[in-house]
């Protein structure tokens, strides 16, 4: 004999299924939500992921904010930026409450101290990781949602290296870059022919070339604070290398040198070559702890100009 429902039980039972599909989508949703935004209490998950898709070839904005001034360029990642980036390998980041991460990051000085971010997208979202020099803290904001992390000063396996420091030094080189700087990829300056000679187009040309390190931003790896620059003749090379074929009638080879003074621990570090050293001239117009390094290259006539190549250290 079959069992007869009542309307009641009917009615129950329905109520009951309805109920546990409501339950199933909603948890169903709180997954989703977690696995694309990541959950208040899995943010280093997140982190890792985002460090995870910056490989070769990704496209990224890279800004500093450094008091009032605020500058981005947009960079593609190559091998060498790939593996410099600050992950928590290397930082030994660990998720922080909010509070204390948003207290962290704005107690610094904001004339003295600078903020350096790297963004992108992940799947269709938008996400910027910064830090603060000066501070161990970081944010991570991503779809809106923000998450704060502390982690080592320094690099465990460098100990001057820190993750501001790993980021603005992908700054500093994007940012010279944009300028016209020698990672450019533009190894040549092109000279007007105002129908000076050489060794005049010569010296323009360097003189635009090296007082770039004059416009980069405060703190820059490439920051010089003076720059004075000279161009000489180099007769006999010229002479040999017509000779040899090297180059030709409208082509003379020059010494280049310049005198700066650079602008920050980091510069100094960037500009010591070879043959760097200490300045020992007597020019009235050179300030104290300045520094002295040699270039040679090459000025072509062209029907376009002078184009004007000075970039290494030896012929």
């Known amino acids: 004999m079959k069992p007869k429902w009542s309307k009641f039980g009917i009615l129950v039972f329905s109520l009951s299924i309805v109920m546990i599909l409501l339950v199933a989508a909603a948890l169903t949703s709180t997954q989703s939500d977690r696995k694309g935004h990541g959950a208040e209490t899995d943010g280093i998950t997140l982190l890792n992921h985002i460090f995870d898709t910056l490989t070769e070839g990704k496209n990224v904005v890279i800004a500093l904010e450094q008091g009032e001034v605020f500058h981005s360029y947009g960079a593609t990642l190559d091998t060498y930026w790939e593996i410099r980036m600050p992950t928590s390998e290397e930082f030994n980041w660990h998720q922080i409450a909010e509070e204390d991460g948003r207290a962290a990051i704005s107690s610094?000085?904001?004339?003295?101290?600078?903020?350096?971010?790297?963004?992108?997208?992940?799947?269709?979202?938008?996400?910027?990781?910064?830090?603060?020099?000066?501070?161990?803290?970081?944010?991570?904001?991503?779809?809106?949602?923000?998450?704060?992390?502390?982690?080592?000063?320094?690099?465990?396996?460098?100990?001057?290296?820190?993750?501001?420091?790993?980021?603005?030094?992908?700054?500093?080189?994007?940012?010279?870059?944009?300028?016209?700087?020698?990672?450019?990829?533009?190894?040549?300056?092109?000279?007007?022919?105002?129908?000076?000679?050489?060794?005049?187009?010569?010296?323009?040309?360097?003189?635009?070339?090296?007082?770039?390190?004059?416009?980069?931003?405060?703190?820059?790896?490439?920051g010089f604070s003076f720059v004075k620059c000279d161009v000489t003749p180099a007769e006999d090379e010229t002479a040999h290398f017509r000779k040899d074929g090297f180059i030709g009638e409208n082509t003379w080879a020059v010494y280049a040198t310049t005198i700066f003074v650079p602008e920050n621990e980091s510069a100094y570090n960037e500009s010591m070559a070879g043959n760097t050293e200490e300045y020992s001239g007597n020019d009235a117009e050179v300030p104290s702890g300045a520094f002295i390094y040699g270039r040679v290259g090459y000025v072509t006539l062209t029907a376009d100009g002078w184009n004007v190549n000075i970039n290494g250290t030896g012929w």
């Open 108 to 222: 610094g000085n904001r004339d003295e101290h600078y903020r350096v971010s790297i963004s992108g997208k992940d799947d269709g979202k938008t996400w910027s990781f910064m830090v603060q020099n000066g501070s161990d803290c970081a944010r991570l904001t991503y779809d809106d949602q923000e998450y704060y992390f502390a982690g080592a000063e320094e690099n465990v396996y460098h100990s001057d290296w820190s993750a501001a420091r790993a980021l603005r030094s992908f700054y500093d080189t994007m940012e010279y870059k944009s300028l016209g700087g020698l990672y450019s990829g533009v190894a040549s300056v092109l000279v007007p022919d105002d129908g000076q000679d050489y060794l005049a187009a010569a010296l323009t040309g360097y003189r635009q070339q090296e007082e770039l390190h004059l416009q980069v931003s405060k703190g820059s790896r490439f």
